[in-house]
């Protein structure tokens, strides 16, 4: 918080789909494997249906660190 009570804006992020995963992994796998490389992850939200075959992902990921993961 800055002096007088004034918040700054949230770092910005983006969103990147991962899919073709093992439908046994949980969210907290993928975000896991991307905290390893020092990147910051917000979200992890699970976006296939009951049906699918595979799962996918949606996850945020701070701008400063969408190079690195693309």
């Known amino acids: 918080m800055l002096a007088g009570g004034f918040k700054g804006a949230p770092a ?4 990147i789909f991962v899919y073709r995963v093992e439908k046994d992994t949980p969210g907290d796998v993928i975000k896991d494997y991307i905290v390893t490389y020092s990147l ?31």
């Open 12 to 15: 910005p992020t983006r969103d």
């Open 40 to 70: 910051e992850v917000g979200s992890v939200e699970h976006v296939s249906s009951e049906n699918a075959t595979f799962n996918s992902f949606r996850v945020e990921i701070s701008v400063s660190d969408l190079s690195k993961v693309l």
